[in-house]
């Protein structure tokens, strides 16, 4: 199956715990799109920090957490993920000759985060996007590396077990697109 960012919502879906109530979900999308946002902030630290060298798979894996929180949040909020991608494709909300750093790009992720709404979930999906194309990806690519990683993790859809015991191995092997 392809996927792409009209089927991405769907196959993003069946990774999402449901919590019980819209509050606790959208609590949940909140939080987890300051933490992956958090997790490209702490890659470009240790490169700032360490002079450790920036894994872009790594960036990419985070990046399509983000995009997975952000899909699952629309599907809490009842918004259509794919027509989001299709207006943000025809007009972007950030300027994309402007010269945002990666690390200012995950700020503007947390900050919008933080009042995650109808009109902020936006944002924080151009965001991405521009994210996306400054370490040379695509939308295609992070979304598949994303749901294969997570069929992998889920192999019949969510459960706390898998979640509890990952196959660190195998995810890392398709992270890398060495399977």
């Not at 769907?10 to 509050?23: D, P, Q, R, S």
């Not at 993920?81 to 690390?103: G, H």
């Not at 700020?107 to 709404?117: K, R």
């Not at 069929?151 to 979640?163: K, L, N």
Request: aromatic letters at 10%; proline letters at 1%.
């Amino acid at each position: 199956m392809e996927i792409n960012y009209n089927n991405y919502e769907e196959l993003a879906a069946t990774t999402c715990k449901n919590i019980g109530t819209e509050e606790a979900n959208v609590l949940h999308m909140k939080m987890g799109l300051i933490t992956e946002a958090a997790e490209v902030i702490d890659i470009l630290k240790k490169k700032h920090a360490y002079g450790k060298e920036i894994d872009l798979s790594h960036v990419k894996e985070e990046l399509g957490d983000i995009m997975w929180y952000a899909a699952n949040y629309c599907k809490f909020v009842e918004i259509d993920y794919a027509n989001v991608i299709d207006n943000i494709t025809y007009e972007p909300l950030y300027d994309r000759s402007a010269s945002f750093s990666l690390y200012e790009l995950m700020e503007l992720i947390v900050i919008n985060a933080t009042a995650l709404d109808i009109n902020s979930i936006y944002d924080v999906i151009d965001l991405t996007l521009f994210a996306i194309e400054l370490v040379d990806g695509t939308l295609d690519e992070v979304l598949t590396t994303n749901i294969r990683k997570l069929q992998a993790r889920y192999p019949e859809g969510f459960s706390s077990f898998y979640a509890l015991n990952r196959n660190l191995d195998k995810e890392k092997n398709i992270i890398d697109g060495k399977e």
